[in-house]
């Protein structure tokens, strides 16, 4: 009898042990407002809306979970879905949970992750354009790549060490639903028998962070495949990427930083588009970014940036001006007023809001878009 009670201590106090060590946690943004855009289509109209995919940040919500094994390793997982905060649909072409979807290890050496996951272009970016997925984020505006860095069928590996960050990605086949990663840019399943490089993606990242200031780099790539194109988001249509030696590159720099009481930061965003096929084009475009951000008192806050692509292979040209001003009301909940104004020049028709389609300009026309929403965070 003794030996009994004695054992189920014993198993109490393990299962009490392991309970302690796992957790699990519910999260999410509900974010939205009224949105007014000018010059919305050829004939000059504009349009008054609720957007459907971002304010200032893009809604949805997850359960993130983490059990210790002991000897210092976790098993990590989340399950993150975006959604349409005004019809209540899924976002990322229709997936269930189209924001990220992985488990792994992590461990003093680093997290190992598969699954649907950001590529290091996200990673890099993080710190150094400070709209970052803002309706009016400059970077989302001129390639929506960028704000939707994922990629299905991925391993990644990311690890810290002396604030010095790495990473690496690699899909297996980089889009199975067309719109949920880059918009306009069709479907890219893999893995195809007897093509090893169709629809494969892969991403690399170097940052350094230490006191408040922080330097990146990263390269991605994604091969092309069946049902693969690439989109210049310029106006221009997009074109088939189906081979699999067909190429769409980005690689970034850039930093962040802080004068006295306002953070910086800033970026270079080079694209290059390579097509096996004579017929179709090589592009390359440069993207430019410098944004800025200041606590006028702890609960407003004050930022803003300026973005500019320049395209000579389409001769389209770009720049975008923004503006926010943000009122905390809680630690989760707030109020914002936005604006931005895009300059297009004569062959381009790039459009200043993330928040869905409908809001192309003709070509060489500018925009204004102005926003006031709200958002609370769980």
Known sequence: MKYQLALGSVLLGISASSFAQSSVTLYGIIDTGIELVTH????????????????????????????????????????????????????????????????????????????????MTYWAILDSDLLGPD??????????????ARSDNTIAYKGTFSGFTFGATYSFGRDSAGTGNSPGQGTCVGSIPGSSQSCREWSTMLRYDMNGYGVAGAYDEQRGGPGAAANLYDGTAPFALTQSGDKDVRMQLNGYGHIGPVKLGAGWLGRHVETVSPALPDVRSNLYYLTASYNVTPAFIFDGGVYRIVNRADDTRGTIAALRTTYLLSKRSAVYLQGAYLFNSAHAAYTVSQGGGGTTPAPGIGQLGVMAGIRHSF
Do not use: C, H
Not at 91 to 117: C, D, H, M
Not at 135 to 148: A, E, H, L, R
């Open 40 to 119: 919305a289509n050829a004939a000059g109209n504009s349009v008054v809306r609720m957007p459907g995919i971002t304010g200032e940040f893009p809604s949805r919500w997850g359960i993130r979970g983490k059990e210790g094994l002991g000897g210092g390793l976790s098993a990590v997982f989340v399950l993150e879905s975006g959604f349409n905060t005004r019809g209540g649909t899924l976002n990322q072409g229709g997936r269930l949970f189209g924001r990220q979807a992985y488990v792994g290890l992590e461990s003093p050496y680093g997290t190992l992750t598969f699954g649907r996951q950001y590529t």
């Open 135 to 148: 309706i009016y984020g400059g970077t989302g505006s001129f390639d929506q790549y960028m704000p939707s």
